[in-house]
């Protein structure tokens, strides 16, 4: 199979090495302003030409992809919308590889929506572009667990690890001709933003759960949790929650304990949550040691929380 690679990131590098042992990969197309010079250095290695076109959609592009006449177009992370004239011009169409269960969870940073969203399972899905947003026919779909504990890192390093054999498998689908893809646009699903700087704000007098599904979706390699002591503003890392803690009324964002992990216990809508890793500016990450009755922000503060 003749196939024209577009990416971004680990799990595009991943997925590379993997398709070049059993199909001809004409090419690598790197976003202008890549994450990570991983994709960049395995098409180096494996003695790819490389492409990193400002306007993916543009005639002069369009020409070089002509002139390659790649049976299959991939996408895996990358990050401008693909048109009809590039997507129709392979003769088996333009397939996306997208970290969420589609039809839902279509849009961006979905592993973090998803953690956020308490979910037990992510999808990655591999489906055709059309002109929609992540709306194409689907032709393959997988699931990694979402475990309580988990957090951002660990669901990304699952899918991660698992992205390689869903690529490897859609395109082996694709060249024997055994694909009976299923129409999603006409579903109903779920849409969501990119996530974006002040969206990283505690509420409070949000519960325990949605704090702790919060914390951990944004924590490392993402920008963590915010809330202030104070005047000082920190960052949250790590916390710890379990579901039969006890349910009460009392001041949301009160510091009333120590938990069993040796953090601060801090008051919710509903509940407790107890606060393990924090970090104030440059200074280490440390176990908090607020004494009990210290306040931390109450929902008063004036930047975007989501």
């Known amino acids: 199979m003749r196939v024209l690679f577009f990416g971004d990131g ?5 997925s590379l090495r993997q398709l070049v042992r059993d199909h001809q990969v004409l090419g690598v197309v790197l976003r202008t302003s890549p994450t990570d010079p991983g994709l960049a250095q395995a098409a180096r290695d494996l003695d790819l030409p490389v492409f990193s076109p400002p306007k993916v959609n543009d005639s002069a592009f369009l020409k070089q992809v002509q002139l390659l006449s790649p049976e299959l177009n ?11 004239k590039l997507y129709e011009l392979p003769a088996l169409g333009f397939v996306n590889f997208h970290a969420g269960k589609l039809p839902l969870y279509r849009g961006r940073n979905v592993l973090n929506w998803a953690l956020i969203n308490g979910e037990e399972e992510i999808g990655i899905t591999g489906h055709f572009i059309d002109d929609g947003i992540d709306t194409g026919d689907i032709i393959i779909q997988d699931t990694v667990p979402i475990l309580w504990e988990d957090t951002y890192a660990e669901v990304l390093q699952k899918v ?5 054999q869903v690529v490897a498998n ?3 689908l694709l060249s024997s001709g055994t694909v009976v893809a299923t129409p999603q646009r006409h579903l109903i699903g779920s849409y969501f933003p990119a996530r974006k700087q002040g969206d990283e704000w505690i509420s409070w007098q949000e519960t325990s759960r949605d704090i702790y599904n919060k914390i951990r979706a ?9 809330t202030t002591i104070g005047e000082r503003e920190f960052i949250l890392w790590k916390a710890h929650y379990e579901l039969g803690w006890p349910v009460y009324i009392a001041k949301p964002g009160q510091v009333v304990g120590r938990g069993p992990r040796q953090g601060v216990l801090v008051k919710t809508a509903d509940s407790l949550i107890e606060v393990t890793e924090i970090q104030f500016g440059d200074r280490a990450p440390e176990v908090p040691r607020f004494p009990i009755g210290a306040c931390l922000a109450p929902d008063t503060n004036p930047r975007k929380r989501v």
């Open 10 to 14: 680990h799990w595009a590098t991943l």
């Open 74 to 84: 991939l996408s895996v992370s990358y990050d401008q919308i693909i048109r009809r």
């Open 160 to 164: 991660t690890t698992r992205m390689p």
């Open 218 to 226: 944004i924590t490392r390699p993402g920008p963590g949790a915010r």
């Open 170 to 172: 859609a395109v082996n």
